[in-house]
Nanobody, 120 residues
């Protein structure tokens, strides 16, 4: 079974930056996910549906939703079974729980997520 563990969230000032990490379990299933699947970062704010914000293909090609383009950067390290999300110039709409998954998302891969919370 694949286990995805997100980390790196915390209290951030608007305009600040944060780097999120996602680690896949280093078993045959986790390694398989990273070796054959496109990956994505998703987020969910209270009262909203979970949405895709960034995706990265096996060859490293990236795509972003319009409201994060130019501020977010997704990257992956297949050897380490890690995927990252660099968030810059944080806006209030960015404060949410962030989750990694395959792209398209697979229900059984959802982890606990990591929370990015705005600070005054």
């Amino acid at each position: 079974q694949v286990q995805l563990v997100e980390s790196g969230g915390g209290l951030v000032h608007p305009g600040g930056s944060q780097r999120l990490s996602c680690a896949a379990s280093r078993n045959i299933f986790g390694i398989t996910v990273f070796s054959i699947k496109d990956l994505g970062w998703y987020r969910q704010a209270p009262g909203n549906q979970r949405e895709l914000v960034a995706a990265i293909s096996l060859d490293g090609s990236t795509n972003y939703t319009d409201h994060v383009k130019g501020r977010f950067t997704i990257s992956r390290d297949n050897a380490k079974t890690m995927v990252y999300l660099q968030i810059n110039h944080l806006k209030p709409d960015d404060f949410a729980g962030y989750y990694c998954n395959s792209f398209p998302a697979t229900g059984r891969y959802w982890g606990q997520g990591t929370q990015v919370t705005g600070s005054l």
